[in-house]
């Protein structure tokens, strides 16, 4: 079954053309990478995946379910409850400890106090994180702030991960830690991931490959 389709889907800003008649499937359970070079529409397909934006032709479907354009708030309820975002820059909120960044998408749901400790718990156990819960971010490594980044994406158990470039600003040993991590969610726990990205190790994990040339998806 298909977590994410797009059918027959534009999206241009000014005169140019991005995504052109793209239709698009992510299976349950599948790590589906997307490369291609800086510009080519990649992030613009992620935003549109995970309903940070919205295309100017085609249909969105989740679960088999179409998302109208202007459905705001099951596009909320979505992004809230259903997909994790990874992103380049980690997202972390410098003033808050580590513990409150991986919470965070508990605490705006209201979540009781035993179990939203419990979950952070499990998931910094399973990342080995659970030493910098009290430390800042200006306190860890890059490595580190992306495995908390990957942590407070999978806290609330979501349907999917979307991740942009999510080792774009690490180190070769941090990244291949990072991949190692992104593969090991997807083999032994079966999350479905789609990873942007343009570094082409990085698609080396990943079970379906596509690239965008010309706002056209060509699979790899």
Same mark, same amino acid.
């Given at each position: 079954m #298909?977590?994410?389709?797009?059918?027959n889907?534009n999206k241009?800003?000014g005169?140019?053309?991005?995504l052109?008649?793209?239709?698009?499937?992510v299976? %349950?359970?599948e $790590?589906?990478?997307i490369?291609g070079r800086?510009?080519?529409?990649?992030?613009?397909?992620?935003n549109?995946?995970g309903?940070?934006?919205?295309a %100017?032709e085609?249909?969105?479907?989740f679960?088999? +379910?179409?998302?109208?354009?202007?459905?705001?708030k099951?596009?909320?309820? $979505?992004?809230r %409850?259903?997909?994790?975002?990874?992103? +380049?820059?980690y997202?972390l909120?410098?003033?808050?400890?580590?513990?409150? !960044?991986?919470?965070l998408? $508990?605490?705006?749901? !209201?979540?009781?106090k035993?179990?939203?400790k419990?979950?952070?718990?499990a998931?910094?156990n +399973?990342?080995?994180?659970s030493?910098?819960?009290?430390?800042?971010?200006?306190?860890? #490594?890059?490595?580190? *702030?992306?495995?908390?980044?990957? *942590?407070? *994406?999978?806290?609330r158990?979501p349907?999917i991960? $979307?991740a942009?470039e999510?080792?774009?600003?690490?180190d070769?040993? *941090?990244?291949s830690?990072i991949?190692?991590?992104? +593969?090991?969610? !997807?083999?032994?726990?079966?999350?479905?991931?789609?990873?942007?990205?343009h !570094?082409?190790v990085?698609?080396?994990?990943?079970k379906?490959?596509?690239?965008?040339?010309?706002?056209?998806?060509?699979?790899?």
């Amino acid at each position: 079954m #298909s977590v994410i389709a797009l059918k027959n889907v534009n999206k241009s800003y000014g005169t140019r053309m991005i995504l052109s008649n793209v239709s698009f499937r992510v299976e %349950d359970g599948e $790590l589906v990478g997307i490369i291609g070079r800086s510009g080519s529409g990649k992030s613009t397909l992620l935003n549109i995946l995970g309903c940070m934006d919205t295309a %100017d032709e085609g249909e969105y479907f989740f679960d088999n +379910q179409l998302i109208k354009p202007k459905d705001e708030k099951r596009k909320t309820k $979505l992004r809230r %409850d259903e997909i994790g975002f990874i992103v +380049q820059d980690y997202g972390l909120i410098k003033e808050k400890n580590i513990f409150y !960044n991986i919470a965070l998408p $508990l605490l705006s749901k !209201n979540t009781p106090k035993k179990e939203l400790k419990h979950r952070v718990e499990a998931i910094t156990n +399973q990342l080995h994180i659970s030493d910098l819960v009290h430390k800042y971010p200006n306190e860890i #490594s890059g490595g580190e *702030a992306q495995r908390v980044a990957i *942590a407070r *994406a999978l806290i609330r158990k979501p349907k999917i991960i $979307l991740a942009d470039e999510p080792t774009g600003a690490l180190d070769e040993s *941090a990244e291949s830690n990072i991949l190692d991590i992104l +593969q090991s969610l !997807n083999v032994t726990e079966g999350v479905t991931i789609v990873l942007v990205t343009h !570094n082409q190790v990085v698609s080396d994990i990943c079970k379906r490959l596509y690239t965008i040339v010309d706002g056209k998806m060509v699979e790899l």
